[in-house]
């Protein structure tokens, strides 16, 4: 268990307007694992995996991707809850995920056309439109009004056994250029009927999953909502439009939002750290969009993305600009993070350097690299910083053939 010396704001427990408390400022922000087996359920790799991370003092932990459909997987290694049959072993995971008294929340998602071949060639979108990225996307079909009631139902669905599992929270995954970001944005939405065109329209099926899984899982369970500022793509999502949804979940009376930007397309979410000093005004990503956010509404708000001196994560919570401070590879880059980092003044995490020279498989070399680090942890051993990216991919690869097409 984490033992933390300084007297820092992060350290301050925060109320949801749902009532639950959470005993820290610090989140670990989803991080698919890739660890599921044949079942799906959840397996004793995951139950220490997240026994570590609550070891860890992070006072809020987000799981990876966990899907509402096997069909439809981000990754084929991902925890599936369609029904009840794994709720033992999810009560397992989430027993060890909260042994510290610190939030556990599952992340629901479906990935829509971004659902690779190793888990669909027939995938489903709100309108036909491929993703062309190394050819590891087939060609979606639009869904059918009846698809867009299933899907709202099985968010509703997973979300509840999630509870029942024993998570102390649902993010509903409506960022990064999955199903339900696919429906947000204008270049991948083109359908004419009441879940597309407007802003209004593209949001539907965002607003109706919020409204019926709060029906549900009652009043005081946290819902929160990881939203992107924007697609950064042109005629994508923009700040706009996330404006409008966004007032759409103050009516919803959500817990959190967490905001973070981009798609399979343009991985801005991990990349944008790549970007000059001088283009980009502040440490974190996003925090520019936050700002305005923050002038608009009053949902406590979460960013990630970038947070990587101790400096900053506590003056934009002494602020009052966030509620929460999001941190995913962190996690991945020092095994005693956050403690060691809360710990001393003056803390910064330095980043891993990617160099990849094939650019096409840089996206895959560097989630390749952190994957091997997740898997790392989950069999007790050391993190090794020193991994050759060539090694990432190849394994990466290899793991996602095996896992999806070979049990
Ligand atoms: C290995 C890895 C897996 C990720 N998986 C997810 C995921 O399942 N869901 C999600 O919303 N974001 C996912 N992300 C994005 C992170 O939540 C986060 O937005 C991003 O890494 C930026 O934060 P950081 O600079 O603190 O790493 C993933 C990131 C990494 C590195």
Not at 370 to 385: G, V
Request: proline residues 3%.
């Amino acid at each position: 268990m984490a033992t933390f010396q300084r007297n820092s704001p992060l350290l301050k427990s925060y109320t949801l307007p749902c009532g639950s408390v959470i005993p820290n400022r610090i989140a670990k922000a989803a991080m698919t694992e890739r660890l599921a087996g044949k079942s799906h359920f959840s397996n004793s790799d995951l139950c220490n995996l997240y026994g570590k991370w609550s070891d860890s003092g992070a006072g809020l932990l987000i799981s990876g991707n966990i899907m509402v459909d096997k069909r439809y997987k981000e990754s084929s290694g991902n925890i599936v809850v369609e029904d009840e049959s794994g709720i033992d072993e999810l009560k397992e995971l989430t027993s060890e995920g909260t042994r510290n008294g610190n939030h556990f929340w599952a992340q629901i998602s479906h990935a829509g056309r971004q659902a690779t071949i190793f888990s669909t060639f027939s995938p489903i979108a709100p309108s036909a439109i491929k993703l062309k990225k190394l050819m590891l996307f087939a060609k979606p079909k639009a869904m059918t009004l009846e698809q867009v009631q299933d899907v709202i139902e099985r968010y509703v669905n997973t979300s509840v056994i999630c509870k029942k599992g024993g998570f102390t929270g649902v993010q509903i995954h409506a960022a990064h250029g999955y199903l339900l970001s696919q429906f947000l944005s204008p270049n991948t939405n083109k359908r004419t009927d009441n879940y597309g065109g407007s802003i209004e329209n593209r949001a539907r099926i965002l607003v109706e999953i919020i409204k019926k899984t709060r029906e549900k899982v009652g009043p005081s369970f946290p819902i929160s909502v990881k939203l992107n500022s924007a697609d950064f793509q042109k005629g994508g999502f923009n700040e706009k439009d996330a404006f409008y949804v966004i007032d759409e979940l103050q009516k919803l009376k959500i817990d959190l939002l967490e905001i973070s930007g981009g798609t399979y397309e343009n991985i801005v979410f991990l990349t944008k750290r790549n970007e000059r000093a001088s283009t980009r005004k502040r440490e974190a990503f996003f925090m520019e969009f936050a700002e305005k956010v923050r002038t608009k509404t009053d949902i406590p708000l979460m960013v990630t993305g970038g947070f990587r001196t101790l400096e900053f994560c506590e003056q934009v919570i002494e602020n009052s600009e966030l509620e929460i401070v999001g941190f995913a590879r962190p996690f991945l880059l020092d095994s005693g993070f956050p403690e060691t980092f809360v710990n001393m003044e003056d803390s910064k995490i330095e980043d891993a350097s990617f160099n990849f020279p094939i650019k096409e498989l840089a996206d895959m070399a560097e989630a390749g690299y952190y994957d091997f680090q997740i898997h790392r942890i989950a069999k007790n051993k050391e993190l090794k910083t020193r991994y050759s990216p060539y090694l990432a991919v190849l394994r990466l690869t290899t793991n996602e053939i095996k896992m999806g097409w070979f049990r």
